[in-house]
């Protein structure tokens, strides 16, 4: 039952994480932000399961387990996390930086661990969505680049130097 919920919660935080990116490319500022929050809170709540039930809060546990996704996961998280607390203009940045880490772990854990195979192919289905959602908006606006400046353009209307 714990392991069902555990990986919920990354399945759940998933799903969020590329609503996020998507909600980055056509809305920035305030409205985005219950979403970057939520998603915070879920995978906050799916690591610490993680480090309760699987690893028994064991930092070396954790490391010898496997160090590549510990450092994949845990710096996907800090981006999250940082993307809750931060400006708009940054939560997006941020927002943007995690979705391909997490992506990279998440595929590669659904098609490698069998705890998490369940999972195989809704997270596929949801990168799949948000990589070609995405790549839709980037060309209705013309090219990826103009598609990114949204990232760059303060959010306080004030111009950058």
């Not at 399961?49 to 930092?59: A, F, G, K, M, Y």
């Not at 661990?113 to 999972?119: D, I, K, L, N, Q």
């Not at 799949?128 to 209307?157: E, F, K």
Request: hydrophobic share 55%.
């Amino acid at each position: 039952m714990i392991e069902a919920i555990t990986f919920g919660l990354a399945y759940a935080a998933y799903v969020l994480l590329c609503g996020r990116t998507l909600l980055g490319m056509v809305r920035q500022g305030p409205a985005a932000r219950p979403v970057t929050l939520t998603l915070a809170a879920v995978a906050v709540a799916h690591v610490a399961l993680v480090w309760h039930h699987r690893l028994e809060w064991s930092l070396v546990g954790a490391w010898s387990r496997n160090p590549p996704a510990f450092v994949i996961f845990h710096t996907a998280l800090l981006l999250i996390v940082a993307g809750a607390l931060a400006t708009p203009r940054w939560s997006t940045r941020l927002i943007w930086l995690a979705f391909p880490i997490v992506s990279a772990g998440a595929l590669g854990a659904v098609f490698r661990r069998e705890v998490v195979a369940p999972y195989r192919w809704p997270v596929v289905a949801a990168f799949a969505v948000t990589v070609v959602w995405g790549s839709w908006l980037a060309v209705r606006r013309g090219t990826s680049d103009q598609a990114c400046s949204a990232m760059s353009s303060p959010s306080s209307g004030t111009k950058e130097i």
